[in-house]
């Protein structure tokens, strides 16, 4: 069987994964106009115009932001980058910390402890979740502000910890579990038993040893729950008043202003597959071999 190298086979499942999002963006918006989009042409004749009016940027007019969609849609995109980025260095920094915690306390309350936090954040509610820090930190302490945006970059940045917090704490348990399991594994390791009867100690072989191949499943797991992410961005957004995209298609659902809807919806199918690409990049950083699969 023909197998494509890798250099060839990405750019054309990209390609695919994008056509497929564009035609599921003009179903959605067919759906939504009812005949006013469909009286006497049939949909596989309408979907190239669609496409080409598509790569002309041109998504329509939006009712909730008063002006092309594409602009409305640029101009929410920063914050939610900002939220993701945000999220995902705090989601980093919590999992390796508290998976080498776990490792270093294996079978005793500090791992348990860490290990009934994970399976519990599973299967958290992000809406709930974001409740609750805001009544905690922003009510009953009030250390961050609870809605809104803010004004000048200290405010922006100052107004995203808190829903950054929010959707970290969410993200954090499947890459704790995995690296936790894959850091016992490797400690536990033939090879690993044989450096220690050689003299070096945990932290030695920790660092010059398993930390590379520790976090090829850790990146695994975020890889796997990036269309998640994404998703619970969207839900923190909304609960938090953040104006970025997924705000922006709860108002424009909640308007039927349904070409700005399905344009952010489109946007962000291209981010999860975006992100997606990047964490193969970076798997392909900690492991070349991942990186050519």
Known sequence: MLRLPSAVRRPLWLVAILL???????????????????????????YPVFLGRIAR?????????????????????????????LSLAIAGAVSVSLALVALRHEGRWPDKLICFYATLGLGAAPFWLGLALAILLAEALPIFPALGFGDGLISHAYHFILPSLAIALLFSPAPILA?????????????????????????????????????????????ERTAWLVGTAAVVEATFKIPGLGSLVVEATLARDFPTAVGALMVVAVAVLLLGQLFDFVAGLVDPRAGQS
């Open 179 to 223: 690296l936790r399991q894959t850091l016992i594994r490797a400690m536990e390791s033939n090879h690993v038993t044989a450096m220690r009867a050689q003299g070096l100690d945990d932290e030695a072989i920790y660092r010059r040893h398993v930390r590379r191949n520790a976090l090829l499943p850790a990146v695994g797991a975020l890889r």
């Open 57 to 85: 940027g041109e998504f329509g007019f939006s009712v909730v932001g008063d002006g092309p969609v594409l602009w409305v849609v640029l101009g929410r995109l920063p914050a939610s980058l900002v939220l993701l980025t």
């Open 20 to 46: 497929g999002i564009t035609l599921v963006g003009f179903l959605l918006l067919r759906a939504a106009s009812g005949a006013e989009m469909s009286v006497g042409v049939a949909w596989y004749m309408q």
